[in-house]
């Protein structure tokens, strides 16, 4: 059965590298005809309500079975895969699944990163069988026959929510999320706070919940007088239903295959093995969607059970506990045990999803996870004495409240030591399976020294061997090379933002913001940042303050006083304008409060970090304008015979006053996203750039980047690239070639 999932894991991942079986780029394509989709995208659909889905300031539903209507005469077309549909109104959870519901609004396919490292929606969507979002206007009810199983336990899922919030409050969110798997109380903070002590587990229903809630109901079950089969299957009946009602993720689906393969091996009277029921379930749940293949979730939740079926026991002969007679002592080195299996098998998982590990993960979860079944059965019965008594409830749930708080109080002080969480990176494909093969190495090798030969001396030989193998694995995750400068212009929609590495590893960061895209700090330039092992800017220059170019710095200096991100930022250079100016003032404000040293630049100024200078050509110390675009820092970057000009957004008057102290560039950051009053003949004709970048949201009301920029760019023999087309737009220059990559082609 091993072999066979192996097989059939290879088979879908080569389909989709060849092209033959697309898993990650579904060939889904909007129907073009005007008599379905109208302009801008405005449609009428209707489907069936499967779902209904909480996201942080909106509401929504779920179709399938989704047609298109037609907007001349009564025909419709079915559309592959289902639509989510955030309405502008609460429509509330009135109509039951099942329902036929009509909707018009604007329809579009569920995009994917433009960015490395962003955060893959449609990978997540698609995971979902959701292949197409739309902006709900009016939503009419249309009859159907109600799937009453399903309305049911969403009504009790929501009546057990609704019993938590009311009875605590404070703990509700975590609560939710652990008994029932609704996550919508539970806020960002406490998300992080959770990532940072590596207990992001305990908010997912997965086999740690079901087995024990399940095994509880066997036990029951048999208590009550049924037998060994009729409890099992029993048991086995009711986790299917408590999966429905947790919301069907893919850990716990994969949990539920694999205990209701248990509890079918106790009816039949066959023994279980984990690994074997492993593979069954993620051949079945790949059979149903192959995207699961790429998806965090079900890559770490199968990497946990790997790592018990597999590692544990071969780490378990090399380091044996069986000796010791203490109980407690053995019982946590037992554990502690699982939990470093459990971190050796999923650590380039973890680094591959989200770039960066917690350091005191693993004693965390030591502290934690025996105690997690006492806050899962106390917060079970507490929901449910909820629907009837709150001061009942409010008792029931006091141990699980103590222990959450617990739990918060080792996050918080994990966080506050060095190093709590280290930033590493994404590996590439290699370093992954350099790492397992190292890993698979040391522990087949060391179990073998110490089987053939079972003394102390061999046994330390082997032991040093895992270890060995086990850190130069961790290593080889770790490699970074910097042997280029590169540059890459985040797209951040109607915006500016570049991050510059140099040839030796420094970091500087040119703006940050956005007009067109929320908590761009966040979601996009962090997770840029991440994903390259970036865990100190040495600098970041603003050109003016503007919010398009600043709020997703601002959102970052928040994030580091608040201690949501190990990211440091060692200094914040500002142009050293005269003009009073609040939000260079708050700029600053906030870098101070994060521990940032805040310097201010003006013409001929100059910063420099080993081969690399940066020399700034605007604004002058006298002579401003006024205005706070003309007035932006112009910076000139060199490393070798390499020169780059960022220009913030100036315009033709400053372009002007600029002339004669400009030179030949390399590249350009066009100005003022491209627009029509910047980049004029006499700019390019003395900058006369190779590459040019221009920064703009493809739905801008502005008219950026302006048809004339781009011809007289054009005219001047620049490749001109543009983040509303390209996505991201990466520069590794090397050796005096400029190799530059669009992200999205």
Known sequence: MCWLCLLFIAAIWLGDLTGIMPVRSPDIRLEEDGRYIGEKGQALICGRICQYIYSENSMGICLKDVYLRSRVGDISKKLAGRVVVYMQEDCGSALPLGTWAQVSGRLQKISGPRNPGEFDSRLYHQTKKIYYRMSGQGLTAGGGQVWHLREGLRQLREKLACSLEKAVPKEAGILCAMVVGEKRLLGQEEKNLLAAGSLSHIISISGMHLSLLGMMCFYLFQRLGLGIRPASAAAAGMMILYGLLAGESVATMRALGMFGLAMTARIVGRSYDLLSALSLSVILLLLDNPAYLYYSGFLLSCGCICAVGLVLPLSEQIFSFGKIKNRIVKKLGQTLQMGVAVQMTTLPLILWSYYEVPLYGVLINLLAVPTLGIVLVCGW???????????????????????????????????????????????????????????????????????????????????????????SGTLSLCCRSHGSLEITCLDVGQGDGAVIRTSKGACFLVDGGSSSQKKVGRYTILPFLKSRGISRVDAVFVSHTDADHINGIEEIFQMIRTGQTSLRISRLILPGTTTEDPGREKLALLAVQAGTEVSYMNAGDQVRAGPVSWQALSPPSKGQTGDINEDSLVLLLEEGGFQGLFTGDIGEERESALAGRLADCDFLKVAHHGSRYSTGDGFLAEVRPEVAVASASATNTYGHPHPDTLARLEKNRCHVFLTKDSGAVTLDIKDGMIRAEAYLH
């Open 381 to 471: 019965v507490g929901a449910a004495a909820g629907l009837w008594m709150l001061p009942a409830a409010r008792i029931l749930l006091f141990p699980a409240c103590v222990l959450i708080r617990f739990y918060q109080f080792l996050c918080e002080t994990a966080k506050g030591l060095p190093g709590a969480v280290l930033i590493l990176g994404k590996p590439e494909m290699w370093q992954v399976v350099v790492y397992y093969c190292l890993l698979a190495t040391g522990l087949f090798l060391g179990q073998k020294l110490i089987s053939i030969k079972k003394e102390k001396r061999w046994r330390a030989a082997g032991t040093a061997l895992v270890l060995l193998c086990w850190l």
